[in-house]
């Protein structure tokens, strides 16, 4: 039990606190919508506006926050953002139509822009390179907690008190946050009080504090692990925003049904995040080939969640729905734990910037699928289309993640045009 709380699994604990936690802010709104939909009278289009919101100031500051998380330090830069996301959240429930709605969920954006460069910046320091994959695939596993357990609890307050009941209760829980991160959290591991020599021998030495970012050099070298991130984001984004609305509407289930079945296809990306950053650290120890271990299995879930998708076309059963959705999910998020150590392993100076850049992938298809998703629902009646979208894109990741090479570690010295590869250290 004392190894278990010893300082570096404390401060795991914490970002896949914080991971739960900005997760459980960000999808509450898709529950809530049928709430606040009645009673703004509001179209799909328009709440799917609504759900992308949030994205627009997100994808801006996932490279600025990157770079703030490396000059300033996670510690500073995620109480700040903690303390701006919490306040968002709660002027959700203040809401009084689509315009505050809005710039509610602007100011989300905004707050939770910088979280998950920033968690990268302090795993960078505080976990083991053989341990990346797990880190980030128990921290995005908690984020998936969050998503399932979204719907349940949004819906428990609903029926009780109402929408924006349950968003006070969200913001609530986001200062809780901020408040033991400060009162907990070193920027380096020798300056814990509990850090153990056993520790910060298996930790990373400090990088260098400071160093210019080679920008031009670093998008370059970023932009494949960004694109392929793009397809795995517009399927994430239709999965957060349009699930609980899709067993609602699609199955005419009522909302406490709907939300069972949203929390079910929800946890089943909480076990791929998981086993994913099992997988991918042990194909690591045992083949010594990132090229194995990211970009290999990176393509071969990309695959899988394809295939799973593909039925949905063919058949509307309530129960064939559940399993395809949940199995597209479960391979979907087995991606996480490989995506995010990639950052790390290319250029660990750099790893805050480098993952904001990955992130704007996703943060990019934020803004377009779920509007699209919405346009195309209004427009055809049809809660499958949207599908389509997400199965092309998972093909074109497929061959994409090869592009990757997260076996060569960043050279700030420019390589040739027709050489796609840095050289490797």
């Given amino acids: 039990m004392k190894r278990f709380f010893r300082a570096s699994n404390v401060v795991l604990l914490l970002l896949c606190a914080m991971y739960f936690i900005t997760y459980l802010d960000r999808v509450n709104v898709s529950t809530a919508a049928d709430g606040f939909g009645k009673e703004f009278g509001l179209t799909k289009t328009q709440i799917g506006l609504v759900f992308s919101a949030f ?69 960078s320091r505080w976990v083991a390179r053989e341990k990346r994959g797990f880190a980030q695939g128990i921290t995005h596993a908690a984020a998936r907690i969050g998503n399932a357990v979204a719907p349940a609890v ?48 298996v930790l990373p030495p400090p990088k260098p504090k400071g160093a210019a970012v080679p920008w031009g050099l670093l998008f370059r070298r970023m932009a494949p692990v960004t694109i392929v991130y793009f397809c795995y984001g517009w399927t994430l984004w239709l999965f957060l925003s349009w699930i609980p609305q899709y067993f609602l509407h699609s199955y005419s289930l009522d909302l406490k049904k709907s939300a069972l079945f949203a929390s079910s296809v929800f946890f089943a990306g909480v076990i791929g995040d998981t086993l994913g950053g099992l997988v991918t650290d042990r194909i690591l120890t045992r083949t010594g080939s990132l090229h194995k271990a990211r970009s290999v299995m990176v393509a071969v879930c990309m695959m899988l969640t394809l295939l799973s998708l593909l039925p949905l076309l063919w058949m509307h059963n309530l129960y064939v729905s559940l399993a395809c959705l949940s199995s597209g999910f479960f391979f979907a998020e087995m991606t996480i734990g490989p995506m995010w150590a990639v950052p790390m392993d290319i250029a660990p100076e750099f790893s805050g910037t480098a993952s904001g850049m990955m992130n704007t992938g996703s943060a990019l298809a934020a803004i377009i699928s779920p509007v699209l998703s919405g346009m195309l629902i209004d427009k055809f009646g049809s ?5 389509v979208g997400s199965m092309l894109l998972m093909a074109a990741g497929v061959v994409l993640a090869f592009r990757m090479h997260p076996e060569a570690k960043f050279n700030t010295t420019p390589t040739p045009l027709g050489d796609a590869r840095p050289q490797a250290s």
């Fill in 383 to 387: 809660w499958e289309l949207p599908f």
């Fill in 55 to 123: 994205a627009y100031p997100y994808l801006i500051f996932q490279i600025i926050g990157g770079w703030v998380s490396d000059r300033f330090g996670a510690r500073r830069t995620l109480i700040a953002c903690g303390a701006l996301w919490a306040v968002a959240t709660i002027l959700t429930g203040l809401a009084g139509g689509l315009m505050s709605m809005l710039l509610a969920r602007l100011l989300l954006g905004l707050g939770e822009g910088a979280t998950f460069p920033a968690s990268t910046a302090a795993m």
């Fill in 154 to 201: 949004v819906v428990a307050i609903m029926a009780s008190y109402g929408w924006r009941e349950s968003f006070y209760v969200c913001g609530a829980i986001s200062l809780a946050w901020v408040a033991l991160w400060a009162a907990t959290f070193t920027e380096f591991p020798k300056d814990h009080p509990r850090i153990t020599a056993e520790e910060t021998t």
